[in-house]
Nanobody, 126 residues
Framework: QVQLVESGGGLVQAGDSLRLSCAAS????????MGWFRQGPGKEREFVAG????????SYEDSAKGRFTIPRDSAKNTVFLQMRRLKPEDTAVYCC???????????????????WGQGTQVTVAS
């Protein structure tokens, strides 16, 4: 069984930065691709960023490009979401996900992921 635990959410001001963490345990999560999804108030869940098992490939949703990065420390089974120049529309519950595949063909497809964390709230004030 793989468990994912997110942390690092909070209340920030527009333009601020925030780093989320996702710690994985159990299974062979060190070989899993990882991703971040978010769901804002009244919105559907959407893909934010993904990373292959060794960090060699990353993928970003258009609105995140140039602002967000998804570093990974495979030795610690931890993936991060480094968010910069945050906007009020970034307000959402952010969930970490893990795919058994080390390199999914479509990182933005939630069906590629097998395990999900509980989420951490990010609120960006205007």
């Amino acid at each position: 069984q793989v468990q994912l635990v997110e942390s690092g959410g909070g209340l920030v001001q527009a333009g601020d930065s925030l780093r989320l963490s996702c710690a994985a345990s159990g299974g062979r999560s060190e070989y899993y691709a990882m991703g971040w999804f978010r769901q804002g108030p009244g919105k559907e869940r959407e893909f934010v960023a993904g990373i292959s098992w060794n960090g060699g490939v990353t993928s970003y949703e258009d609105s995140a490009k140039g602002r967000f990065t998804i570093p990974r420390d495979s030795a610690k089974n931890t993936v991060f979401l480094q968010m910069r120049r945050l906007k009020p529309e970034d307000t959402a519950v952010y969930c970490c996900a893990a795919a058994r595949s080390p390199h999914p063909q479509t990182y933005n497809n939630p069906k590629e992921y097998d395990y999900w964390g509980q989420g951490t709230q990010v609120t960006v004030a205007s």
